[in-house]
């Protein structure tokens, strides 16, 4: 095999710490790419294109960093045009962001705007659509977790609860409703799901609930869209080092972050981005709808 064939897991592992994880840090929500150490891989460097998206339009919520910014670059690079949304605090990644999409060559779109509020999640579907010429491919990739929380059930909070149901589900619903406006014969949605759906971890009970939800969600939007050939898909990461790990979770945690998948290891947001454009592309993924791929370092999802 070539270096090039091994150059996203050779990074991954690189960045990885001795116990597969990273050293203890902890940042505020949302948190910030620029503030991780170290610094992750969004396939700035090794993704390769290949037009499996030429000409398409796509919308990435949470588009800013981690795993939406490696799809934002890869969608780029395999030619569509991306807007993504994110939270204002996040210009900074953003922008970054949208430096990567023009340098590929086309279009970015920058959406910021808090999805917690349903006229705000539907306006930035009208934006993306408008802004871009149409929409082909929607990815319902924001997504937020507290997971710094003690006394099981009991220790949980409506306002903990109010944040991660609204963006989680909420927003998703909103911005999938308001998608349909726009969304033709050949496009598609791709929902961001999680290991959590499968293997719920006891102080993400209510994040976990919502992941479960999702997979639900996509399997019975799918069927609704089939006969309208839009395939309703999602893809189900494990622990991928990201802004939202270090935001949401107890510093000393992140060394041992990943550690305890098959692989060893945590996940970087560039071993994301196949799965995404795959189930994007119209050719590839034509007979694919209803289905949930694990992106997991090997745990299952089934
Ligand atoms: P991330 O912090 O880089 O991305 C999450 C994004 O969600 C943020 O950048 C932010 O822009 C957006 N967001 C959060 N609240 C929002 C709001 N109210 N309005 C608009 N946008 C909002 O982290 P990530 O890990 O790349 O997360 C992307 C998705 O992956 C999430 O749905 C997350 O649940 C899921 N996921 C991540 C992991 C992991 O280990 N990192 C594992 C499983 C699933
Ligand atoms: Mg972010």
Redesign the pocket.
């Given at each position: 095999m070539t270096d090039e064939m091994h150059a996203a897991a050779n990074k991954a592992q690189e960045l990885a710490g001795e116990e597969g994880g990273f050293p203890e840090q902890e940042q505020t929500p949302?948190?910030l790419?620029t503030d991780m150490k170290p610094f992750p891989d969004h396939g700035e460097e090794n993704w390769v294109g290949r037009g499996r998206l030429e000409g398409l339009k796509a919308l990435v919520?949470?588009?800013?960093?981690?795993?939406?910014?490696a799809v934002a670059i890869a969608f780029a690079r395999e030619g569509a045009d991306v807007a993504i949304?994110?939270?204002s605090d996040?210009e900074s990644?953003a922008q970054d962001t949208k430096q990567w999409i023009e340098k590929a060559g086309r279009k970015a779109v920058l959406l910021p705007?808090?999805?917690?509020e349903e006229a705000t999640a539907r306006k930035v579907v009208d934006d993306a659509a408008e802004q871009l010429g149409g929409l082909d491919i929607l990815v319902n990739?924001?997504?937020?977790?507290w997971a710094r929380r003690e006394g099981g059930l009991q220790g949980l909070k409506t306002e903990e609860m109010d944040r991660v149901f609204?963006?989680?589900l909420y927003?998703l619903f909103w911005v999938s409703q308001q998608a349909l406006k726009y969304l033709e014969s050949g496009s598609s949605i791709i929902n961001?799901?999680?290991?959590?759906a499968y293997d719920p971890s006891e102080n993400l009970i209510d994040?976990a609930s919502t992941?479960a939800a999702i997979n639900n969600f996509t399997v019975n939007l799918a069927s609704e869209l089939g006969e309208k050939g839009i395939r309703v898909n999602a893809v189900?990461?494990?622990?991928?080092?990201?802004?939202?790990?270090p935001?949401t979770k107890a510093g000393e945690s992140m060394p041992q972050f990943g550690s305890d998948t098959p692989l060893g290891r945590?996940g970087q947001?560039s071993e994301m981005a196949g799965a995404f454009v795959f189930l994007a592309s119209p050719a590839e993924a034509s007979y694919v709808s209803g289905t949930v791929i694990g992106v997991t370092g090997g745990k299952p999802v089934f």
């Open positions: 949302p948190g790419s919520t949470g588009g800013d960093s981690g795993i939406g910014r949304n994110y939270l996040e990644d705007a808090d999805l917690r990739n924001a997504g937020f977790q609204k963006t989680n927003a961001v799901s999680s290991i959590q994040y992941k189900a990461p494990g622990p991928i080092w990201t802004p939202l790990q935001a945590a947001p």
